[in-house]
């Protein structure tokens, strides 16, 4: 699967009842398809994906499936090794390009290690009937892949890629050089987007996305085409409300901003809660600097 381009990591609607929509959800796909994405992909962080049980996530892989024949990565793995197996091959016969396996981190002390870090990603992979994309997100889950763990993991046959949300372009830099020629690392960070571009990144899958996919995109097409200036402009314009929904709001900020950009933001799962007038207005008027 090519991983190269912008992928949102969509945030999952649910009515005032809390029930999830499938309509909702189609809406936001034809909108989201008009703007230069290379694909989707769901049940990640951002889809509040540890708030949905498991019949849940079936109806939506489905209901995303049938929206859009662009490429789909799903966020699909537990903490057992054989949950996340069972996981990974559901979307595959759902019809998914590539599972995002998270790294395990509940058992933290021991998690830590890189010899169950990799076996966990192997035998995963080992099994696993499409392709695996790590998904490295120590501010979440106090866990860190080491890039010399990522270049191990990067030899086997079925393990694609990467999705680094750590934030370190150094990191990534190394990440690129050090893996295997083909092995695909994304970033997951939209405040250093242009830079890791600049570092060898093939694409990123970006929360930020989901309000402002065009303003992302722009980023992608600009470097692609070798206009670093216009790539750098495009990094400034998002940059500011990139950090603060990305630090203080979540996905609180991404509802309200996808719901001031045209898209079905809708109601948090609890415990989330809602914005403030505040928060509200401070997100507001960023995006009025980035539409205008």
Known sequence: MDLSGIFPPICTPFLADGEFSPHKLRANVEKWSATGIAGFCATGSTGEAKFLDHGEKLKL?????????????????????????????????????????????YYKGAMQRPDIQMNYFRTV???????????NFP??????????????????????????????????????????AGFQVMSGSVTTLYASFCAGIVGAILAFANPAARACVAVHDAYKKGDHLA???????????????????????????????????GPLRLPLLPLNPQMRAEIEELFAEING
Do not use: C, F
């Open 61 to 105: 892989w489905k209901a995303l499936r049938e929206a859009t024949d662009m490429p789909l990565i799903a966020g699909a793995s537990a903490e057992a090794v054989r949950e996340s197996i069972t996981l990974v091959n559901e979307v595959a016969e759902i019809g998914y390009g590539a599972a995002l396996v998270l790294t395990p981190h």
């Open 125 to 135: 992979a080992d099994s696993a009937k499409i392709p695996v994309i790590i998904y």
């Open 139 to 180: 501010q979440n889950t106090g866990v860190d892949l080491a890039v010399e763990t990522v270049v191990e993991l990067a030899g086997h046959p079925n393990i694609i890629g990467i999705k680094e949300s750590s934030g370190s372009v150094e990191k990534v830099g190394r990440m690129v050089t050090e893996t295997p």
């Open 231 to 265: 790539a750098l402009a495009a990094q400034r314009k998002i940059a500011k409300a990139g950090a603060l929904i990305g630090s203080k709001y979540g996905i609180a900020g991404l509802k309200h901003a996808m719901d001031l950009n045209g898209y079905y933001g």
